[in-house]
C-alpha cells in the first residue's frame, strides 16, 4: 500500500510482518497502524513526547494486543502520532505537528489516537489500534468519519500499553467498515464467532441530544429506521432523561455536584460524572508519572502543560468517592440496559474544532464532550461510534452504549445495522 501523503499519521514508518502462527489466520492481507502508547520489542515506546522517548528504554517485549493481531495474520505499517501523555481528545501535538484530518483539513482529527483515526480514515491502513481513558477513541473516529471501538473496561490486555489512568484505559480500535471492524474485535476479545443477537430495546437519551449543535433527527432516525429494518420492528425503542435517571440512583455523585456543574447548557449530573471521572485520571496520572514530570521537567506543548500541573497538584480527598461512583455507575446502567439492551447518545456535542482554537473558548465544548464519553468512561460500558456522514460539510456520528462484557454483541450489532444507515 504506497503512503506518498501519509496526513502526517506516522511517527515511524515500518514494516513489521505477521507471525501467522494461528492456523486460520483471520487477519490475513490486512494491515494496520500501531498508536505510540503500545510496546513494540526493540523500540522506544514514545507516549507522544520527546522527552519520554530520550528518558526511556527500549521495550524488551511486545504488547500482547500488538502480538495477537500479526499472530492473527495483520501487517503492521508503522506507529502513529498521539498527543502528548494521552492526555488530550483534540489531537495536536505541539512537538511532531498534528495529523491532517482527512475530511476536514482545517479541523483537529481528535485525540489522543490522532494519528491511528487519520491513517484509517484517509485510507493508509486497513484498522489501527489505540487506547481510549476518557476519549481517545471514540473523539477521533467521530472527527474523522470512521467507526471507532471503546470496548468494556478490562476486557482486552492492557500489558504493555503505557498507563494513563488504570481506572479507565482501555485499548481500543478504529476501521472504515464494520466487517473490518468486527473481525479485529473477534481476536482483540478472543472471541471468533460472534453472532448477531436483536437488540431488546434501543435507549434513546433525549436529553443529551439536547447538548449538539446538529438536529437530534439527524444523528437519531438513521438508527431508529435501520433497526427496525433489520429486527423487523420487534425492538422496543424507548427515551430516558439519563441525566435525571443517574441523579437519581447515583448516591455517591452528590459529592461531586458543584456550582460549576450547574452551568447553562448542561446536564449538571453528566457535568459531576465527569468531574469525578478527571479527578481520579488526575490522581492515577499523579501516581503512575508524577516523580518522572517532576524529575525530569520535561517540554509540555499549550493545553497539556496546563493539564499536567493540575494533576501534579491533586489531592486524594475524594478518590475513595470516585471509585464509588463508578460501582455504582455500572450497577444502575446494567439495570436500565438489562439484557442486550443498547443506549443511543451523542459521541461529542459537535463538529470537530478548528486548528489551534483558543483554549478558553473551547472550554464548554469540551465540558459538556466529557458529560457525554463519561457515561461509558466512568461505568466501563462498551461503546461504537458510527459515523453518519457530513453535516453542513462536517463530520458527524452517533453512538451506542451496551452492557459490559457484551463486546461481542455491539459489535454485531452494529454490522448488521450498517446495511441500513
Excluded at 483471520?26 to 526493540?42: P, R
Excluded at 471503546?150 to 490486555?157: A, D, I, L, T
Excluded at 488526575?282 to 517540554?299: A, C, D, L, Q
Aim: aromatic share 6%; net charge negative; proline share 6%.
Amino acid at each position: 500500500m504506497a503512503m506518498t501523503n501519509d496526513y502526517g499519521a506516522f511517527i515511524e514508518k515500518s514494516t513489521i510482518s505477521p507471525t501467522a502462527s494461528s492456523s486460520f489466520p483471520s487477519l490475513k492481507g490486512l494491515t494496520f497502524a500501531i498508536k505510540d502508547i503500545f510496546d513494540v520489542e526493540g523500540r522506544v515506546t514514545g507516549f507522544g513526547n520527546p522527552d519520554w522517548l530520550r528518558t526511556h528504554s527500549a521495550a524488551t517485549s511486545t504488547a500482547p494486543a500488538v502480538s495477537s493481531l500479526l499472530e492473527a495474520g495483520a501487517t503492521s505499517l508503522g506507529i502513529t502520532i498521539m498527543d502528548e501523555m494521552a492526555y488530550s481528545i483534540n489531537g495536536e501535538n505541539a512537538h511532531y505537528g498534528t495529523p491532517v484530518n482527512p475530511v476536514a483539513s482545517d479541523r483537529v482529527p481528535g485525540g489522543s489516537s490522532s494519528g491511528s483515526a487519520v491513517a484509517v480514515a484517509a485510507g493508509l491502513v486497513d484498522f489501527s489500534i489505540g487506547t481510549d481513558t476518557g476519549g481517545s477513541v471514540r473523539v477521533p473516529g467521530s472527527y474523522c468519519g470512521i467507526f471507532g471501538f471503546r470496548p468494556s473496561h478490562g476486557v482486552v490486555s492492557t500489558v504493555g500499553v503505557t498507563p494513563m489512568a488504570q481506572s479507565f484505559d482501555t485499548v481500543g480500535w478504529f476501521a472504515r467498515d464494520t466487517a473490518t471492524l468486527k473481525l479485529v474485535g473477534s481476536v482483540l476479545l478472543q472471541q471468533p464467532d460472534l453472532d448477531a443477537t436483536e437488540p431488546s430495546q434501543l435507549i434513546i437519551a433525549d436529553d443529551c441530544f439536547k447538548l449538539c449543535s446538529a438536529p437530534r433527527d439527524l444523528l437519531v432516525q438513521p438508527l431508529v429506521q435501520s433497526v427496525d429494518k433489520s429486527f423487523r420492528g420487534n425492538t422496543v425503542v424507548s427515551k430516558v432523561d439519563l441525566g435525571e435517571y443517574i441523579q437519581e440512583n447515583v448516591p455517591s455523585l452528590k459529592h461531586f455536584m458543584t456550582s460549576e456543574t450547574q452551568q447553562e447548557f448542561c446536564i449538571p449530573s453528566l457535568m459531576a460524572l465527569s468531574s469525578s471521572m478527571r479527578m481520579l485520571q488526575r490522581y492515577e496520572f499523579k501516581i503512575n508519572h508524577g516523580e518522572w514530570v517532576s524529575s525530569v521537567k520535561p517540554r509540555f506543548g499549550p493545553g497539556i502543560s496546563e493539564r499536567i500541573e493540575e494533576a501534579i497538584r491533586v489531592s486524594d480527598d475524594k478518590i475513595d468517592l470516585c471509585r464509588l461512583v463508578k460501582t455504582e455507575l455500572l450497577t444502575v446502567l446494567s439495570t436500565l440496559l438489562r439484557e442486550n439492551g443498547v443506549l443511543v447518545i451523542p459521541t461529542v456535542p459537535g463538529p470537530p474544532p478548528h486548528l489551534q482554537a483558543d483554549v478558553v473558548a473551547l472550554e464548554s465544548f469540551r465540558s459538556r464532550a466529557f458529560s457525554l464519553l463519561s457515561i461509558a468512561g466512568v461505568s466501563g460500558l462498551c461503546q461504537v461510534t458510527i459515523p453518519l456522514g457530513l453535516h453542513e460539510n462536517l463530520p458527524i456520528s452517533v453512538s451506542l452504549v451496551a452492557k459490559h462484557g457484551s463486546d461481542g454483541f455491539l459489535l454485531s450489532l452494529v454490522d448488521s445495522l450498517s446495511k441500513f444507515i
